[in-house]
């Protein structure tokens, strides 16, 4: 199992969910509106603290678990409908799980999800 976090910008979030809808066997996910801050710097160049620089961006974290199979297609997915070839298109992260647990009915790894 893999666990897949991605934040995105807001405006192609929809994009993104639609498309995560239309897999076979969408393993669902978790939406969380987040502030954060790029590396703030260009190639070559060094971060400078200004006025402007202390507000943050806002954006979404989508959380996901998903079998091993289905996680390169959701990442692919994901990078497809979130580019937009402008700095701050976000980051995508995957990990390894080494257990999961359905607390309903406990049910243990792929079963649980």
Same mark, same amino acid.
């Given at each position: 199992?893999? $666990?897949?976090?991605?934040?995105?910008?807001?405006?192609?979030?929809?994009?993104?969910?639609? #498309?995560?809808?239309?897999?076979?066997?969408?393993? /669902?996910?978790?939406?969380?509106? =987040?502030?954060?801050? &790029?590396? /703030?710097?260009? $190639?070559?160049?060094?971060? =400078?603290?200004?006025?402007?620089?202390?507000?943050?961006?806002? @954006?979404?974290?989508?959380?996901?678990? #998903?079998?091993?199979?289905? *996680?390169?297609?959701?990442?692919?997915?994901?990078?497809? @409908? *979130?580019?937009?070839? *402008?700095? &701050?298109? /976000?980051?995508?992260?995957?990990?390894?799980?080494?257990?999961? %647990?359905? %607390?309903?009915? /406990?049910?243990?790894?792929? *079963? #649980?999800?």
């Amino acid at each position: 199992m893999k $666990q897949i976090k991605a934040i995105v910008r807001p405006h192609v979030f929809s994009r993104v969910v639609h #498309a995560l809808h239309e897999l076979p066997h969408f393993p /669902g996910l978790t939406v969380i509106d =987040v502030l954060g801050q &790029g590396r /703030g710097r260009g $190639q070559g160049g060094e971060f =400078v603290l200004t006025e402007e620089s202390l507000f943050f961006h806002r @954006n979404k974290l989508i959380e996901m678990i #998903a079998p091993d199979d289905l *996680a390169e297609q959701i990442v692919e997915l994901i990078q497809k @409908n *979130a580019h937009t070839a *402008a700095h &701050g298109d /976000g980051v995508i992260v995957v990990t390894d799980i080494t257990q999961s %647990i359905r %607390i309903r009915t /406990g049910e243990q790894a792929d *079963a #649980a999800l």
